[in-house]
């Protein structure tokens, strides 16, 4: 089962919709802190409407709690600095994936120890896409080729 993880998060709103998107698919959501918002937030729960109790949610005090909660499974991180194209790259039933704060991305020890990839933007001043837009492409590529519905 495919997972998505997040890590460092900090506006309510991203996470609520990223968690609205993991609720209608049924993956698990993985948060990494320190987060920059309470998880009782209002935005938060706003974003996600009432969809909160569809959605597996654990939060993690560290890396390392998140990496034991993995076990073997492959991380594959989405950055603006990745090397593999995010429609090229062949994603695994149990992968899971990992996207950055909204100010930072991931921490460049991720982006060395595991396969990182992109999503392209043709504009040269935009540096990023919002991070929920992301976490949906990334998902739905990875379901698309896993022959998911």
């Given at each position: ?15 609520g919709n990223?968690?609205?998107t993991c ?117 739905f590529e ?8």
């Open positions: 089962m495919l997972s998505i993880a997040l890590i460092y998060p900090e506006i309510p709103p991203n996470t990223i968690a609205r609720a209608a698919t049924q993956t698990p959501l993985h948060l990494v802190e320190p987060l920059g918002f309470e998880i009782n937030d209002r935005t938060l729960k706003r974003a996600g409407i009432d969809y909160w109790e569809y959605v597996s949610v654990t939060v993690h005090g560290n890396l390392q709690s998140l990496r034991a909660a993995a076990g073997d499974r492959r991380w594959v991180c989405f950055s603006a600095r990745g090397t593999h194209h995010f429609r090229d790259f062949r994603y695994l039933p149990n992968d899971w994936l990992l996207f950055g704060s909204e100010s930072a991305g991931l921490p460049e020890s991720l982006l060395q120890e595991h396969p990182a990839v992109y999503i392209p933007m043709t504009h040269p001043k935009v540096r990023s896409l919002n991070l929920s837009v992301s976490a949906a492409l990334g998902l990875a379901r698309r080729q896993l022959g998911l519905p």
